[in-house]
């Protein structure tokens, strides 16, 4: 992957998965690692994307416990 600059402060986001399955939470190598919940909010702290363009988004919980990758377009930003 390649990374970006990291996310204006105040990034608070919302899991909107669209599957309905819970969002892979993934590292860097793009192993799955976890998953959250619909409806969980988190925190993003850097944006990137993928070899294929896809855009990612690096997510903490609201108390500041790094978590992973996920895929940016299910999570919603306000």
Do not use: H
């Not at 793009?30 to 702290?45: D, H, T």
């Amino acid at each position: 992957m390649a990374w970006a600059a990291p996310a204006l402060a105040g990034d608070r986001c919302k899991v909107t998965d669209p599957t309905g399955t819970p969002l892979n939470i993934r590292d860097q190598k793009m192993n799955i690692i976890g998953a959250i919940e619909n409806g969980r909010n988190v925190y993003v702290q850097r944006y990137g994307e993928d070899a294929n363009g896809k855009p990612w988004a690096y997510v903490a919980t609201a108390g500041g416990k790094r978590l992973g990758w996920v895929y940016r377009e299910f999570i919603s930003c306000y």
